[in-house]
């Protein structure tokens, strides 16, 4: 039988194969996060457990400790080909955006500059249509020119499965498969194939962090699930958008569109 | 949850109201995630106007502005009884391309008319594009009655003009529907303004769409996206399409029309299966070493894909540069791509008054029949019974131009013409074998392939190895343009096709010369892969491919035949490498370097090889 976990992991194993055979050199972007490692874990089951690929930190220097921890050990095990790529200080972002997008703004410009030193093709990301309204209206296989901004004005179509996998010239393309996922459907493949997760998933003291961003611009939400099937059930019942927590999404009514046209994530 | 949501696209002309109606209705099933409605409120406060639900859709800053929404976005509907996932999708004109990237995944549609202003010009392309793209399942809402005063009048007759629209494309719709986005009428509850109407409400409607029947029960079709080399195996990849397979199975592929049987089904943190369905992403390994590339198709003997060269095609031309026959583009379908000519424009329809036009240019937005042919055999189904690899997209510089729709009506399916090579390579039956023949002349039958633009010097160095091996007492012969184009190929021309079938021949004949035990020589410029692949086919583990190599600079200076400068003057059309490609060797078992090496070195490399290769004790 094939329920709809089993067709969301079959979609993004076929995208990651296209990706692999059609755009090189390739990466992809680690957040170290509950998504960019499930992604990593469908990389896993696609290649038939050698990722073919270097993953990448976008490394601000500003993560949580946790998170620095989980990385190193999951490099060991999974036995990955990991590049550290550290950012560019805030005072180098678009000085008219507000201050906790700049912060942001910082990844996109250490992304800019790993995709010019490696010569990247390709670039993969773990965002989803559900994450945020904006990324709601990304393509699949995304082309991005030299400067990597998003053209959403004029987006190629992508239908029936036939990608634009050519980057402009001096470009990239950004690939995304996981854009059919929802929240829910990521812990719940988590539960499934017991995919380590970065601890502060989990409540402690009351709360816990829905969406892991860097320490000075994400906050926690109450919360009492301390185990996946208990994540889960919060979420069933909770209207709360799964981006509450992130500081750059809500302080200007376009400051998510501005950063995402400039080439964020 | 895990039921599969139901795709549903939701279109209709521009400012119709399609968005306003899904932001209500996520408002009023409380799915819009907690503040939305605040926010809301407060930016269209902002923005001087009452609360525009589309707003919760609309999240690009210029669509706010314009109210307009530019490109797709999906939002999940989880009801009781099931779970939707609407596609919204743009109706301004413009944004065509965006809509069809929107609507081709859908499996239902549901159409959006204002009740003040009719049908319009994008209601009708829409519903045009989506019969086009398959689409039988179709609900339509009259929306806006709050600006015709609720009128039951006014709803009927717009009724009545739908369902006569839609029956000329061969549609019923499942319902008509009248409601208000805006107010929030008849979405979720019956309104109070609409006592006349005793239908179901939208939720209750859209509770009645079915998703689309299982693909398991179809034939198979595994597409192979790649190949991995891993500890020894050669493990194939791919998503299967339709059907179902299991280990054991014997798989047919196309076009290359090999067959195998499928040894294993590998998998990584996975139960091990012997059984794989469609919709599952695969790796097969195969019982022998066959050569296998990415855009074959696997099927089983039984329902395989048609082969063709040509194929009639409905197309919704997407690019801005006009459409004309002879125009040359790249045709992808499942992980197949091939070059493809435009051969005819049969007819040019426009979507508006769904009239033909007369035209044989295709414009942006427009639908054309046309007729495409290809170079390389393509393996395709008819798409309304197999979409998979029935669909196809054509793409010119890198972009999408067209979405295609294949029929194969008319054309004859070219399996037969290949034939299917049983799974026993050597010949059945001959009480002479090969190696009494090697016995009797000393040497092993075999093919070698020369291949190289012409000028290389292909038949200067066959007649010269032709020579000496004669001399050494091989049996051996050549076959090129001179003794075979006037007899054997005298009723073929130069064609695409007729190019095809010439190689083709050749190919078949050099193997049948190696059964015999002879050491054939063939020197065509043999341009295509896909050619010489067949003619490896043919011949076996006694083929060998010979790549006389030089630089066009080289042989349009030596141009024996004075062909080139024939060529350049537009005298001779369609010559490999001045208006046709050359598609060199990619693993050539022996390459000859003409322009860099004397005519008696690259013999005696050539005179070399053949005593290592063909020699009795040796391995093809």
């Known amino acids: 039988m094939v329920d709809a976990l089993d067709e969301l992991e079959a979609q993004s194993i076929f995208i990651l194969r296209e990706a692999v055979n059609r755009l090189q050199p390739l990466a992809m972007l680690w957040s170290i996060g509950k998504d960019s490692n499930t992604l990593l874990w469908l990389a896993r089951k696609a290649f038939f457990g050698r990722v073919p690929f270097p993953v990448i930190l976008l490394d601000t220097g500003n993560e949580f400790p946790e998170v620095y921890e989980f990385r190193d050990r999951i490099i060991r095990e999974w036995e990955l080909i990991y590049i550290d790529a550290p950012c560019p200080g805030a005072e180098e972002t678009d000085p008219s955006l507000p201050p906790k997008a700049r912060a942001a703004a910082r990844k996109t410009l250490g992304l800019k500059r790993i995709i010019g030193e490696r010569g990247l093709k390709g670039v993969i990301l773990g965002i989803r249509r559900d994450e945020q309204a904006i990324r709601g209206k990304e393509r699949i296989f995304s082309p991005r020119d030299t400067t990597g901004a998003w053209n959403f004005r004029h987006q190629p179509p992508e239908f029936w499965d036939c990608f634009n996998a050519e980057p402009p010239p001096g470009g990239h393309v950004r690939v995304h498969p996981l854009l059919a996922w929802t929240e829910i459907d990521v812990w719940r493949y988590i539960d499934r194939e017991r995919i380590p997760v970065v601890p502060l998933y989990f409540a402690r003291d009351g709360k816990r962090f829905r969406s892991l961003g860097e320490k000075d611009i994400t906050s926690s939400v109450t919360s009492s699930a301390t185990t996946i099937p208990q994540i889960i059930q919060e979420l069933e019942t909770s209207r709360e958008p799964e981006r509450a927590g992130r500081a750059m999404d809500h302080e200007s009514e376009d400051a998510f569109e501005r950063l995402r046209t400039q080439g964020y994530m | ?620």
């Not at chain 2, 209709?12 to 209500?24: E, Q, Y």
């Not at chain 2, 989880?78 to 996932?85: E, F, M, S, Y």
């Not at chain 2, 805006?182 to 179901?200: E, I, K, M």
């Open chain 2, 1 to 620: 949850m895990t039921a599969e949501p139901l795709q549903l696209a939701v279109v209709g002309h521009v400012d119709h109201g399609k968005s306003t109606l899904i932001g209500r209705l996520l408002h009023e099933l409380s799915l819009l995630p907690r503040g939305k409605a605040d926010e809301l409120r407060a930016v269209s406060e902002r923005r001087g106007v009452a609360i525009e639900w589309s707003f919760a859709l609309d999240a690009f800053q210029a669509e706010r502005d314009q109210a307009v929404t530019i490109d797709t976005t999906r939002v999940w509907l989880r009801l009781p009884q099931c779970n939707i996932a609407v596609i919204d999708v743009p109706g301004h004109r413009e944004f065509l391309a965006n809509m069809v990237s929107g609507a081709a995944d859908a499996e239902a549609a549901l159409l959006v008319v204002d009740a003040n202003e009719g049908m319009q010009e994008q209601t009708r392309r829409h519903t045009y594009l989506l019969r086009l793209l398959g689409l039988e399942q179709i609900a339509v809402v009259v929306n806006k009655l709050d600006l015709v005063e609720f009128s039951e009048a006014r709803f009927r007759e717009l009724e009545a003009a739908v369902r006569h629209f839609l029956a000329e494309l061969g549609l019923t719709p499942r319902l008509v529907l009248p409601i208000s986005a805006r107010h929030g009428d008849n979405l979720t509850a019956p309104s109070a303004n609409l006592l006349w109407y005793r239908g179901p409400t939208l939720i209750e409607a859209l509770q009645t769409l079915e998703a689309r029947p299982s693909r398991q029960a179809q034939a198979l079709r595994l597409p192979i996206q790649d190949v991995y080399r891993q500890d020894d195996k050669r493990i194939l990849v791919g998503r299967i399409e339709s059907g179902r397979l299991a280990v054991g199975d014997t798989l047919l592929f196309s076009p290359s029309n090999k067959l195998a049987r499928i040894k294993s089904l590998e998998a990584w943190n996975a139960r091990q299966s012997a059984h794989a369905l469609a919709g599952q992403s695969v790796g097969i390994t195969l019982d022998r070493p066959l050569f296998v590339e990415r855009g074959e198709i696997a099927s089983h003997q039984q329902d395989a894909p048609h082969l063709t060269n040509v194929l009639h095609a409905t197309l919704f031309w997407l690019g801005v540069t006009p459409l004309t026959a002879g125009q040359q583009l790249r045709l992808e379908v499942a992980t197949a791509e091939a070059p493809v000519t435009v051969e005819a424009v049969e007819r040019v329809i426009d979507t508006d008054t769904l009239a033909p036009e007369p035209t044989e240019i295709v414009r942006r937005d427009q639908v054309a029949e046309v007729v495409l042919r290809s170079r390389a055999l393509l393996a395709l189904d008819e798409h309304t019974s197999l979409p998979r690899t029935g669909r196809f997209v054509l793409r010119a510089n890198g972009e999408t131009v067209a979405g295609g729709l294949a029929s194969l009506r008319g054309h004859p399916n070219q399996r037969r013409v290949v034939g299917l090579k049983p799974e026993n390579l050597t010949p059945v039956d001959h009480k002479v074998t090969r190696t009494s023949r090697a016995e009797r002349f000393g040497h092993r039958g075999g093919i070698l392939w020369f291949t190289g633009l012409s000028g290389a010097g292909k038949s200067t160095l066959a007649m010269a190895v032709e020579q000496h091996l004669f001399r050494k007492g091989y049996s051996v012969y050549v076959l090129d343009g001179d003794n075979v184009r006037s007899g054997l190929n005298a009723n073929l021309g130069f064609s695409p096709e007729d190019r095809v079938e010439n190689i083709r021949r050749v190919g078949e004949v050099a193997a049948l010369f190696a059964d015999a035990g002879v050491l054939c020589i063939t020197a065509f410029i043999s341009p295509y892969r896909a050619d010489r692949a067949r003619a490896r086919q043919a011949g076996g583990e006694a083929f060998h491919e010979i790549y006389i190599r030089a630089d066009l600079k080289t042989c349009e200076r030596r141009d024996p035949k004075g062909l080139y400068r024939r060529a350049r003057a537009g005298e001779i059309t369609e010559f490999t490498g001045v208006s046709a490609p050359y598609e060199a060797p990619e693993s050539a078992e022996l390459v000859v370097d003409t322009a860099n090496e004397s005519i008696d070195a690259c013999v005696d490399q050539i005179l070399r090889y053949v005593a290592i290769s063909f020699a009795i004790s040796s391995r093809a």
